[in-house]
């Protein structure tokens, strides 16, 4: 599976961005899809999980302000971005979670101005 995460940019603090994560095969029976995040030196983080079944998760920073939803017929999942802050600068890469292992995207990066 190859996944193409886009939709960063600059942005103000405030402000919004929609992360879009296209596989290059149906997502459909994916295990989970998931946001994670690397900032610059530091670990990189998971921020938002959708199971199979719809199911969210998400890391305690995200909660409240991001919104991960997928789209099984366009093979695409997305991150909704609202209320950025300086901290949430970083990149973003997608990951596709199967029974046997997992895929990840090229990541795309998101800069938030104070």
């Known amino acids: 599976v190859q996944l193409q995460a886009s939709g960063g940019g600059l942005v103000q603090a405030g402000g919004s961005l929609r992360l879009s994560c296209t596989a290059s095969?149906?997502?459909?029976?994916?295990?989970?899809m998931q946001w994670h995040r690397q900032a610059p030196g530091k670990q990189r983080e998971l921020v938002a999980t959708?199971?199979?079944?719809?199911?969210?998760f998400y890391a305690d920073s995200a909660k409240g302000r991001f919104t991960i939803s997928r789209d099984n017929a366009n093979k695409t999942v997305y991150l909704q971005l609202n209320s950025l802050k300086p901290e949430d600068t970083g990149v973003y890469y997608c990951r596709a979670v199967l029974i046997s292992r997992d895929y990840w995207g090229q990541g795309t990066q998101v800069t938030v101005s104070s």
């Open positions: 095969e149906s997502i459909f029976s994916i295990n989970a």
């Open positions: 959708i199971g199979r079944t719809g199911s969210t």
